[in-house]
């Protein structure tokens, strides 16, 4: 998702007006920016639950509503679409006998919004066991799918990545298949992806049911999420905000139990209750309150991301500053650290051979293993400086 220049006004607007929904007493001045407003909805995913909101009302001028509108019925259209495919997909993998799990998209548009139309999604993420990644991999590849680039060895790198991403046939949609729920670095933040599969549930799309995530772990399935990108996109806290204002639908209980298990499952959860409230005006129900009670850092992570929002309408994206301000124990972040600090050289430079290495020096087949003494040097040669960046600022 590329950054824009230009949302920060917009930011703070939409932020006022979805707050207003849920504060009616809230009055505090915001910019009239309904330009910048535009690119933030676009730039955050979240124009057609805006439009959905605000349809009737005043508070949009009539130019503003009708982008969002059109914005709406393209989204709604694509996103029937994508749910059409994720049902064909869901009854192949079924029909081979691979069982499997919708993530994201019309499985969280349902769970939050009880609407595929009011959620924006872009893929089809679904998650199968990793024993199953390389049965999987090949249906698709049999239906006419081809890796992303960058994608095509990962599902034979289980252990180092999480998901693969393969393109439709015609180019329309990708596919995320899924074998964990985060890479490495960020599944301790969230539910074991082995106990969801057992607490599994179904949805009903217009095509066909499929089978989804438990609302109790995809809550704090979306709160690793959001918090693993550090809330990029607003779109990743109105669906944690729906659910807790949705409250009577969620077993709370059942994620106390769930976090109890996964202890460090709370700690997105906390940061996303504090955002939802802060940014959105939803309070957290009184069942999880105390389970959810922010701690010092948890509170100084949220301020900071509030701020981002704030000021120039998005925050900086990283996971590591994220993740890193979070952990509560020293000794935690030490190991953390030094993991990421030398997975990133090991993985990126050592074991990911790609295009631009074969087109760097053209070898035979059969010398194919050369590439990786030869990637390194490329690496060095052509992206020295802005890699010593990236490690030092995972240091600082």
Known sequence: MPASTNIGAGTRLLLHLWKGLNEPGDRADFESNWQSFLEACDYHQVSPIVFHCFQ????????????????????????????????????????????????????????????????????????????????????????????IRGHSERYKNVQLYHEVALAAPDGSYAVDLHWQLAPPYARVFGPDASAVWLRAATVRLPFGDVPVLSREDLFLALCQHGTRHRWRQLKWLFDVAELLRNSETMDWSGVEDIIKISPMARVPASLAALLADELLGIRVPLELAKVLEPAKRT???????????????????????????????????????????LRYPVREILFTITEKDSQFVRLPAKLRLLYYFIRPLRLMLQHGRSAARRIWSMAR
Do not use: W
């Open 299 to 341: 509170r100084a992570v949220g301020r900071a991301i509030r701020h981002e929002f704030l000021s120039s309408g998005q925050t900086n994206g990283s996971s590591h500053d994220t993740l890193l301000g979070l952990e509560q124990h020293p000794l935690v972040r030490v190991k953390y650290l030094a993991i990421e600090a």
């Open 56 to 147: 009737g009302r005043s508070d949009l001028p009539p130019e503003v509503l009708e982008h969002l509108r059109t914005s709406f019925y393209r989204i709604s259209a694509y996103n029937h679409y994508l749910a059409k495919h994720l049902v064909q997909l869901v009854s192949e993998f079924e029909r081979q006998r691979i069982p499997c799990l919708a993530l994201k998209g019309p499985a969280v548009a349902m769970a939050s919004y009880g609407d595929l139309s009011l959620r924006q999604y872009e893929d089809i993420d679904i998650m199968v066991h990793v024993e199953d990644i390389s049965s999987a991999v090949e249906i698709l590849f049999s239906r006419g799918f081809h890796p």
